[in-house]
């Protein structure tokens, strides 16, 4: 039976693992289908709910008290780190277009920074659905991740109970991503349930960005590694505002970049990245 892991990106604290593991199990199912492949074995997919984790802590992240909504004012730190981010990711000459222009907050939140301001419509000339404002949520709770060292440690050791002896296909959705490559490159798995693992996939990963690798110790210009023998598929679109929409392959010789088109309304959806031909042949593959 073809054992895999999904690990989940951001913002499903109000959504079951159930309704979680059935999403993910239909799109899987719906790329499997477009290469005559059947759906996946009941039981292939175990889908941690790691989201679900933070809000039964009751510190962070809870239903009715959600950390990064656009109402709550970023902190500091936050403010630093998504500046960052963007600087890392915009392009010049759009960040050179809105120099010179006042600061129109054109929907954004008027107490922000005015360099992430700045930034932000920057970032809305290449991604002009909101992809600025997207950002900015995203990378919040990513940075909440790289810095609660205490709780990413539960992240990760939930995610690791999911893993069995048959577990060989690793699939991590934007900050899932992280968290999956995180957990793998750390060892953190019993080693007779990593035995079976030969490859990672990533959708829409933010490890495209410097700022995020370095929340992970990585310093800049060190390649990306796994452990020996799980190969690494990287599946983005270059319209997704997450990833810059570029691939990983630039950052190790590792990786296998796949380049898809998840449609305009949202390129960054799980459900599209996981309905992708790339994705289904990793699947089909571990069949054969």
């Known amino acids: 039976m073809t054992g895999i892991v999904g690990v989940h990106g951001i913002r499903h604290t109000r959504t079951s693992k159930a309704q979680l593991t059935d999403d993910w199990s239909r799109a899987l199912n719906g790329g499997l289908g477009e290469l005559d492949m059947p759906d996946l074995p009941a039981g292939a997919l175990e889908l941690p709910h790691w989201t679900g984790l933070l809000a039964r802590g009751a510190n962070h992240l809870g239903p009715e008290e959600d950390l990064f909504d656009a109402s709550v004012p970023l902190n500091e730190e936050e403010a630093d780190f998504v500046a960052t981010a963007l600087e890392e990711v915009v392009r010049q000459e759009d960040l050179a277009r809105v120099q010179e222009l006042g600061l129109q907050t054109l929907g954004l939140p008027q107490l922000w920074p005015a360099r992430l301001t700045r930034l932000v419509m920057a970032y809305d ?147 599209r990245y996981l309905r992708t031909t790339p994705v289904a042949r990793v699947i089909a593959d571990d069949w054969r």
């Open 125 to 271: 000339r290449r991604f002009p659905r909101g992809g600025g404002k997207l950002f900015v949520s995203t990378m919040r709770e990513v940075r909440f991740y790289l810095y609660e060292p205490d709780l990413a440690a539960q992240v990760r050791a939930l995610v690791a109970e999911a893993f069995g002896a048959d577990t060989s296909v690793v699939i991590g959705h934007s900050l899932g991503s992280v968290i999956a490559y995180d957990l793998l490159r750390r060892g953190e798995i019993a080693p007779d349930r990593t035995a079976a693992v030969h490859t990672l996939v990533t959708c829409g990963s933010p490890l495209t960005i410097p700022s995020v690798r370095r929340g992970l110790n990585i310093a800049d210009g060190e390649p990306l590694k796994l452990p020996s023998g799980i190969a690494w598929v990287n599946v983005f679109d270059p319209g997704d505002f997450i990833s810059g929409g570029t691939g990983l392959s630039t950052l190790s010789p590792e990786v296998t970049d796949a380049e898809v088109n998840n449609g305009i309304g949202d390129p960054h959806s799980a459900l």
